[in-house]
């Protein structure tokens, strides 16, 4: 879901020769692993295809991803809030169509 937001956000933008970052942090080294050294999927391949999928588009719209990895279960106050969030939207997400009413036309 925050990748579909970043790709809305720097397609709507307008863009004039700068390259912008985009800074994603992560606390499941698992995860990371996937995305940038496509490590085998077993299960969920959809969802990583759909990753690879987003940072494609970002990168043609001049955007540079950094993917960094954080302590996980240190009590860190975003890292737990965004963990939160996460697992509610993954709920909504697996009780609807899975399309957040933002992105849609």
Known sequence: MALDMAVHYFSSRSQGNVRDSLLILCDCLSA?????????????????ERVRSLL??????????????????????????????????????????GIDPRLQG
């Open 32 to 48: 990371i692993n996937i995305v940038l050294r496509h490590d085998e999927v077993d299960c969920h391949i959809n969802v990583s």
């Open 56 to 97: 494609h588009i970002l990168n043609n719209l001049d955007v540079d991803v950094i993917l960094g990895l954080i302590p996980g279960h240190l009590h860190i106050y975003y890292n737990d809030l965004v963990d939160s969030k996460a697992k509610t939207a993954a709920k909504d997400a697996y009780n609807s169509d």
